[in-house]
């Protein structure tokens, strides 16, 4: 078949499936917040817009390519696409924001053409079971958001679970980063003026132009934008990264059903958890953290660039020198570990392939090192007090029960991998480079696991650095398939020692995906709907509503004004009157809020006693909500980490300030005006003092 062809189908059945993930992910989020008042249809509209925009625009660009498939350039490439779109929205969120400019027409405009082009386009063209690629998008789809939403940090009902008390500090510190990013240009943790906080900010800078693009809260846009228009993207970063693989080794470039299943199987999870304490981390930690997502997109991008400079062998000093050097730089301000990854993997080939002779390499990597130790340095992401300790075997003695089961299960992609290539290759020669993937896959697992043996990475950080292999295993794997076919008709030819240890290897393999893939969708099912029926009747039980709770079984009989009963107990809730006074600011023109401050005494109870899980977050409530900085907004005691450190000598946590001294304290800040924030009488009471005499 015409290898234009192969990639244009490729494209187009990609494009369906960005569609289905992101349709079912907004539905899922509007179905899941049915009852409440602001689930609004049209914020679910603009943010499928935004994905449809970014996920489908690089496959229309590249559909409309003439250049025959295996002759394109690095620039001429899916990747290549992807990073570029993604750059243009930001500059558009970007333009948004500082100019007070409203270009969300625009990318309504180009959601609406994308959708309707792929779906005229794919139903068009020619595709062999088609039918099967739109069940199995459809089962994959359907299952995503219940995947994204398990990991507690995202949520329909996040801001229900601010007033339960049950909300993540996580997802609230970061939505709060983005907010201030958007009203002062520059990270803080706004709880006593506006000061510069290290941190890896790079997600959180994107998402406050986006999230300005399509005039969405940051919080929104953390619980709904995240995980509808990034998880697809994820997705395009692992289909473009398998395309030119397979451009490379010249490998029939026909993405089967079948590819997409075992991508699908990879994700719901072959095994079930093992660690300690039952931590969804280890399935999920690709989208419990945006940061880590996003890194994660463009190590993939990033290296499909490069692979395709490599297969052209089309010299180009603004790339090397240029372009992945910046995009590195990015890549670290999201995230360190996969950046770290990339420069090791980086190094080994210049190393393997000697292309230390050639001044354009190592020039290119020099500048991309110099840059990673730059961001690194300015954004400290070590805990404040805290370095760097040397503990041998850290997180595995910490973390791990089975140290055989955790090899096994964390490591099983690579070694089907392995056992893959080995089948499709006869003769494995390491002086002409042939095995040069093996090689790399195996050097970036080592180097990934390396940091939680060596060093305390605070918890379970160093799954960020061993969680890397496990998806270019995968995406290697769906690679290498079509190459499947010939290596079976080898087997007849092996030694029986090694047909019986495939026997085992398969069969093992087939019971874990039998019992465990079924498992763990179900649970995923179950656990979503028990847990937002668990918070709907938490309002209720904290609102005194007297009626009988919500559960799975008695939902069916009077749906609707059930489902209603919680935006009602929620309307009488005195943290609902507080968080809408914190929301109301939050609309303020930008040019105000630039100049104004929130000043909530600690008497304000309903405020300071609202919980957050894991750490207290309360501080960073008011800034996530109205993008407007606290002062003297420090808790008592000062809690771990999230920038805390940055106040430890502060002596005036608990201090009441009357008007005149927090008019004074605003005003050596620099703010015009501070909003003042009290409960008197269980009412919330906010007034505005100026600062100018």
């Known amino acids: 078949m015409n290898t234009n062809i192969c990639l244009r189908k490729n494209q187009l059945t990609i494009s369906i499936l960005s569609i289905i993930i992101a349709i079912c992910t907004a539905v899922y989020y509007w179905c899941f917040r049915y009852g409440f008042d602001d689930n609004s249809f049209y914020d679910i509209i603009k943010v499928l817009a935004l994905s449809f925009t970014l996920n489908l625009a690089p496959a229309f660009i590249n559909t409309k390519r003439k250049t025959k498939a295996f002759e394109?350039?690095?620039?001429?490439?899916?990747?290549?696409?992807?990073?570029?779109?993604?750059?243009?929205?930001?500059?558009?969120?970007?333009?948004s924001l500082y100019f007070q400019i409203s270009l969300?027409?625009?990318?309504?405009?180009?959601?609406?053409?994308?959708?309707?082009?792929?779906?005229?386009?794919?139903?068009?063209?020619?595709?062999?079971?088609?039918?099967?690629?739109?069940?199995?998008?459809?089962?994959?789809?359907?299952?995503?958001?219940?995947?994204?939403?398990?990991?507690?940090?995202h949520d329909p009902l996040f801001l229900e679970k601010i007033i339960t008390g049950s909300a993540h500090v996580d997802t609230i510190y970061l939505s709060q980063l983005s907010n201030l990013i958007k009203t002062y240009n520059i990270p803080t943790i706004g709880i006593d003026g506006i000061e510069f906080h290290a941190y890896h900010w790079g997600s959180n800078w994107i998402f406050s132009y986006l999230s300005s693009l399509t005039n969405i809260s940051s919080l929104k846009f953390y619980n709904l934008a995240y995980p509808v228009v990034f998880f697809p993207l994820l997705i395009n970063s692992f289909l473009s990264f398998l395309i030119e693989i397979q451009r490379k080794e010249k490998i029939n470039m026909i993405l089967t059903p079948f590819a997409i299943a075992l991508l699908f199987i990879a994700i719901i999870?072959?095994?079930?958890?093992?660690?300690?304490?039952?931590?969804?981390?280890?399935?999920?930690?690709?989208?419990?953290?945006?940061?880590?997502?996003?890194?994660?997109?463009?190590?993939?991008l990033i290296t499909g660039i490069f692979i395709a400079y490599q297969r052209t062998q089309h010299k180009?000093?603004?790339?090397?020198?240029?372009?992945?050097?910046?995009?590195?730089?990015?890549?670290?301000?999201?995230?360190?570990?996969?950046?770290?990854?990339?420069?090791?993997?980086?190094?080994?080939?210049?190393?393997?392939?000697?292309?230390?002779?050639?001044?354009?390499?190592?020039?290119?990597?020099?500048?991309?090192?110099?840059?990673?130790?730059?961001?690194?340095?300015?954004?400290?992401y070590i805990p404040e007090n805290e370095s760097l300790k040397f503990e041998l075997f850290s997180f595995l003695k910490n973390n791990v029960s089975s140290l055989l089961s955790f090899i096994f299960s964390y490591y099983i992609y690579l070694i089907i991998f392995l056992i893959l290539y080995l089948l499709q290759n006869k003769v494995v020669s390491i002086k002409t480079k042939q095995t040069f993937v093996v090689e790399i896959l195996i050097f970036i697992a080592i180097a990934g696991f390396l940091p939680g043996t060596l060093i305390d990475t605070h918890g379970r950080n160093a799954l960020y650095f061993m969680d890397l292999q496990r998806w270019v295993s995968i995406v290697l794997i769906m690679a290498y398939l079509p190459l499947l076919k010939s290596g079976l008709k080898n087997i007849k030819k092996r030694p029986i020692l090694q047909k019986m240890f495939l026997a085992i290897l398969s069969i093992a393999v087939g019971i874990m995906i039998l019992i465990n893939v079924p498992r763990n969708y179900f649970l995923h099912v179950k656990q979503a709907f028990i847990h937002n029926i668990y918070i709907r009747n938490e309002l209720i039980q904290k609102a005194g509503v007297n009626t009988k709770l919500l559960s799975l079984t008695n939902l069916h009989t009077d749906f609707e004004r059930k489902l209603h009963l919680s935006q009602k107990a929620k309307e009488n809730l005195i943290e609902t009157?507080?968080?809408n006074e914190l929301k109301a600011l939050g609309k303020l023109p930008r040019n105000e809020k630039q100049k104004s401050c929130i000043y909530i005494p600690k008497t304000n109870k309903t405020y300071w006693n609202i919980l957050t899980h894991k750490t207290n977050g309360t501080p960073f409530i008011a800034s996530c909500l109205s993008g407007i900085v606290m002062v003297e907004g420090i808790p008592d005691p000062l809690p771990r980490g999230f920038g805390y450190g940055s106040f430890i000598n502060n002596k005036n946590a608990n201090k009441i300030f009357r008007d005149e001294e927090i008019k004074q304290n605003a005003k050596e800040k620099g703010f015009a005006q501070v909003f003042v924030i009290k409960e008197e009488n269980s009412k919330i009471v906010i007034y505005k003092i100026l600062t100018t005499d």
């Open 269 to 300: 999870g072959i095994y079930p958890e093992i660690e300690k304490n039952k931590s969804p981390l280890m399935t999920h930690i690709v989208v419990l953290s945006e940061s880590f997502l996003l890194s994660t997109t463009f190590i993939f």
């Open 316 to 380: 180009s000093k603004i790339l090397l020198l240029f372009i992945i050097p910046f995009l590195i730089l990015f890549s670290t301000t999201l995230k360190v570990s996969a950046p770290f990854l990339l420069l090791c993997g980086y190094g080994y080939y210049i190393l393997r392939y000697k292309q230390y002779k050639n001044w354009l390499y190592i020039c290119s990597f020099i500048i991309s090192f110099i840059f990673f130790l730059f961001v690194q340095k300015y954004n400290q």
């Open 577 to 579: 009157q507080l968080l």
């Open 104 to 153: 969300l027409p625009l990318v309504l405009f180009s959601g609406a053409f994308l959708f309707i082009w792929a779906i005229y386009s794919f139903t068009k063209e020619r595709i062999k079971q088609k039918y099967l690629y739109v069940i199995i998008f459809t089962l994959f789809g359907i299952f995503v958001p219940f995947f994204v939403y398990k990991t507690l940090l």
């Open 72 to 95: 394109q350039k690095w620039h001429q490439t899916s990747a290549w696409d992807l990073v570029s779109v993604f750059f243009a929205l930001s500059g558009l969120g970007a333009i």
